[in-house]
Structures are given as C-alpha cells and as structure tokens.
C-alpha cells in the first residue's frame, strides 16, 4: 500500500520506540513492529514476520544480561520497510519488501 502525498509523491514514515532492553517489553516491541507491516499493506504472514525480524535485532543488539534500552526505527521507503534497532553501541538492521 504506497500513500501519496497531495503532489503525488510517496509519503515517507518514520517512528520511533525505546524498550528497555530486559523484560517483557521487548514483546510488546515485536507486537508494534507487525502492526506496523500491517498497516503499511503487508498480508499476515508477511507482517508477522517483521515481529520477528524486530526480536533477532534485539538478540543482535542486547544479547542476555544487557542493561538500558533498545531503540527501534521504523521507516517506509521504496517499497521497503527498514527496521533499525541500537542498544549500547550496537546497532543493526532488517529491511522488508512492502506490497506494490
């Protein structure tokens, strides 16, 4: 589902969440990123699967035992959906096709 601005345009998304980077949060986080898939017109299987590609960032970049928060980025652009996700130092990404 590509939104058009009024000059015709693609409209970017890009939005922010902060989980701490132990507890039950994190599901919440997974939970955020299919809904976010959905919204932007993936089916369910392809939604659910940005939720997990948010919880293998997570392992990436607060493995068992980090302290502070993991900060996801959420953003559309040329028909993919990008999700980055940093905690401590550590960074990494996962990007997912969107529907024509």
């Known amino acids: ?22 507890g039950g949060l994190r599901s919440v986080a ?6 976010v898939a959905a919204y932007l017109g993936s089916d369910g299987p392809h ?21 502070g928060d993991i900060t996801f980025e959420f953003t559309s652009e ?8 940093r905690c401590n130092g550590r960074a990494s990404e996962a990007r997912s096709p969107l529907p024509a």
């Open 78 to 85: 040329r028909g993919e959906l990008l999700i980055r996700a």
């Open 30 to 35: 997974a939970e955020f990123a299919t809904r």
């Open 47 to 67: 939604a659910a699967s940005a939720g997990a590609a948010l919880e293998g960032l997570a392992a990436r970049v607060a493995p068992d035992g980090a302290d």
């Open 1 to 22: 589902m590509s939104q058009r601005g009024e000059d015709g345009r693609e409209k970017a998304l890009m939005l922010r969440l902060s989980v701490p980077a132990q």
